[in-house]
């Protein structure tokens, strides 16, 4: 499987970007799809996270209400809309495909795809 994110950009404080993240290879029914972020001297955090076949959503309490992860089976690609931006959300956004919700949350990962750079400017 191999992931690759695209969307990212310069955006002004309280602007809107959607990320996305397409996926190919074999893909089952059981991922769990989740977005990351890393910002320059700080650790990778969790962001988001949707389980590929049924939907299911948990967020970060740092984008919670701003940040919206969804899928899009056909086209194979998962989203990451995110609205109301910070001047803390610049980062390096990943996607990631996992097999377990919670463990994905930890960081525990089957894939990774590279990055796209989110920059927000105050």
């Known amino acids: 499987v191999q992931l690759q994110a695209s969307g990212g950009g310069l955006v002004q404080a309280g602007g809107s970007l959607r990320l996305s993240c397409a996926l190919s290879?074999?893909?089952?029914?059981?991922?769990?799809m989740g977005w990351f972020r890393q910002a320059p001297g700080k650790e990778r955090e969790f962001v988001a996270s949707?389980?590929?076949?049924?939907?299911?959503?948990y967020y970060a309490d740092s984008v919670r209400g701003r940040f919206t992860t969804s899928r899009d089976n056909a086209k194979n690609t998962v989203y990451l809309q995110m609205n109301s931006l910070k001047p803390d959300d610049t980062a390096v956004y990943y996607c990631a495909a996992g097999l377990l919700g919670s463990s994905l949350r930890l960081g525990v990962a089957e894939y990774w795809g590279r990055g796209t750079q989110v920059t927000v400017s105050s």
């Open positions: 949707i389980i590929w076949s049924g939907g299911s959503t």
């Open positions: 290879g074999r893909i089952f029914s059981s991922y769990v």
